[in-house]
């Protein structure tokens, strides 16, 4: 069973580790081909893609990533997005494991200094953090909101009134 370390905030490798926890590791597999595109990991009917700073900054990822979307759709699968400012615990609950806990709890949104932040993202990248964002319960987007200074609101308030046009 892996233990986070005090400190230590989900990343793609820990994510899979935590997947592998949660439904062994002869369920999980890694980078998953669908079609052109691969996703980090697939679980059952459902893929799980670790979004860093990429796909909130390029759009070209960010493409793909809606793209990737409608591929699994066409093949009867889900995705689910695991930003990097989101943490183990809300992805346990997500899951259906809110039971677990596999230690420290490193807290959700923009601690770390040198992470990427909302007014740094494209415009098309605060569409999908305003997305993601308001898809979150209460308590982890307030969680999120209380991490945020003027002008990462700002960068959020735009992606919840982006109409699409470039």
Do not use: W
């Amino acid at each position: 069973m892996y233990t986070f370390k005090e400190g230590e905030y989900l990343t793609e490798r820990s994510l899979g580790e935590l997947l592998c926890n949660l439904f062994g590791s002869e369920n999980v597999e890694r980078q998953f081909k669908i079609g052109v595109y691969k996703a980090d990991f697939k679980v059952g009917n459902l893929l799980v893609e670790f979004d860093g700073y990429r796909h909130y900054s390029q759009s070209k990822t960010i493409l793909r990533d809606f793209a990737l979307h409608d591929v699994a759709e066409e093949n009867g699968l889900r995705v689910m997005h695991v930003p990097y400012f989101i943490q183990y615990k809300y992805v346990c609950e997500a899951l259906g494991f809110a039971d677990k806990d596999f230690g420290y709890a490193y807290p959700n949104g923009f601690i770390d200094a040198k992470a990427l932040r909302p007014k740094d993202f494209s415009t098309l990248g605060c569409l999908v953090f305003s997305l993601q964002l308001d898809s979150f319960s209460e308590a982890v987007k307030t969680e999120i909101l209380a991490t945020m200074d003027d002008l990462d609101l700002t960068a959020y308030k735009i992606g919840t009134h982006y109409d699409g046009s470039m």
